[in-house]
């Protein structure tokens, strides 16, 4: 099946075209976004990704919760219609399963002459996926990303845990606070 | 005029109907989003605010750079039709001039059950009414309008000396850091 046969969130060409010559270095012999690794290709997310496991990817990073296939097709097509979300998935294609997931969210402003900024969501690799540079892969397809889409920063939040992490694709911490109110039970 | 004559960047009932009663120790006698103190009043952006210092009072916090009218109109459109944007001024409208502005941005979510979180954006207000509590108003009202839109969460960056000020209305850090990268030259 071609592209065509699929509902993507956004088009596949974007990251198709993306090009990463400048981060060879930072990545293993023959790895990158294109070539994530063997029977593994990074792609936007998919409508049928509801039957590929991407809500089980994402309970590895925090609460899901119920979502029926309802529920997640009105938030697809919202996102999809919206035109700021660029969900990004990887999958294991011999498994016909979503193994890693990353969002770029973009936001549009007055400031910066009528800008935009560009934020890093909800990135995580399926544990058992680890130590293959799928994370790296994920957040240097975001950043290269936001730059085609001409915003003039992005960021993210993150533990400190996550700071070397961050820090190795270009990341850093300016002195900025994050702060936070909850209401959910 | 009424205000079905305005232009407004969403609907001014879901602010009139917000109920701050909660807030009202934590302003001076008299004081609060709904009565922000003589004549002053907080509403959604409208398209005239173009002619009345929307984008001078955004200057105080940061480069807005050169943004035409017509620029101006097709980011306020943009805006208006994703409705995920809220910007709230506060017009002192004796001088028929913004005197202050807050944006509150709503990033729709798979996870929390396809929840919703928001953010507060450019908070500012004009130099020469500081000390009147109209940055702690703008940003109440940016609280109980996310409250009032579901959200499961609301998060700001903001500088070391700001912490106080978001402290008072109920943010806290939780350990989470925040990194940048910027392309903008």
Redesign the interface.
Known sequence: MGNMDYNFLFDPSILADLDYSSWKSSFRPGVSPHTPGHGLKVRPLCATDYDKG??GV?AQ???????TRE??M??FN??KD?K??Y?CVIEDLNKREVIGAATL?I?????????MRA?V??VVVNDTYRGKQLGKILTVVL?MLS?HLG??????????QK?PF??QV???????????????T
């Open positions: 991407f809500l994402l990073l925090t609460k899901v919760g119920t979502v529920q997640f009105a938030r919202a996102m919206d700021s979300y969900v969210v936001e549009q402003k007055f400031i910066h002459s009528c800008g934020r969501e909800d950043i730059k915003c003039y920063k992005i960021s993210l939040e993150c533990s400190d700071l961050y820090q270009g990341f850093k911490q300016d002195g900025t606070n994050y702060m936070v109110q909850r209401w959910e």
